[in-house]
């Protein structure tokens, strides 16, 4: 059994009763093979000439997502404030208060931890000599395997980049916040590792 289906197993016992009876198990993929999708579509590596010569890539969180989520936190947050206004002023029932202050208030501090989690917001840089993740350094040598895992959510798909170490370790990186497609990533990481090759 090779390392990618050993993590699926291992990924399967995680799953709760309700994910397993709907057989909603997860999907993992070689960035090889993305890789080599990503090629036979007729895209580049990274979309334009000039940086292949780059001696690193920089994937970060899409400013958009972010900004999308730091606006939905302040939309959520000028809503508490516009209920306790017309609290003040005894226009609504009190129960109106006291079901939507506090769900705004969740919602609102939600969206703006969402932003600010070490889990979501990370730099993965990519070089020939390894990748860099939250200044931790991986040297290719020491980096038997590379995938994206995929698990179905029921309004949306959770995506993680999923490296496997020779020391034994897997380090599953959250891309929650990442605008960069599955391909565009597998097709930098195989680049920059096929130039640690040579």
Known sequence: MGLIEQFIESEK????????????????????VL??????????WS??????????????????????????FLVALFSCLLLLSLWRDHRDPLWVFLVFVPFSLFVSVSFLLVNFRSEYNYTIRVSATGMTIRDSFIAWGDILETAIMR???????????????RDGTVQKLNL??????????????????????R
Not at 35 to 44: I, P, T
Not at 154 to 161: G, K
């Open 47 to 72: 979309g334009n000439r000039q940086a292949e010569n780059r001696p690193e890539a920089i994937i970060r969180p899409a400013v958009v997502r972010r900004s999308v989520y730091f606006l939905l």
């Open 151 to 165: 698990q179905d959510r029921p309004r949306s798909v959770d995506r993680f980049l999923v490296i496997f170490t």
């Open 176 to 197: 929650y916040l990442f605008g960069i497609s599955d391909r565009k990533l597998a097709a930098t990481v195989e680049y920059y590792k096929a130039q640690a090759v």
């Open 35 to 44: 890789a080599r999708e990503h090629a036979e579509a007729g895209k580049r």
């Open 13 to 32: 016992q995680k799953l709760n009763w309700l994910q397993k009876l709907s057989a909603n198990y997860p999907e993992v993929t070689a960035t090889r």
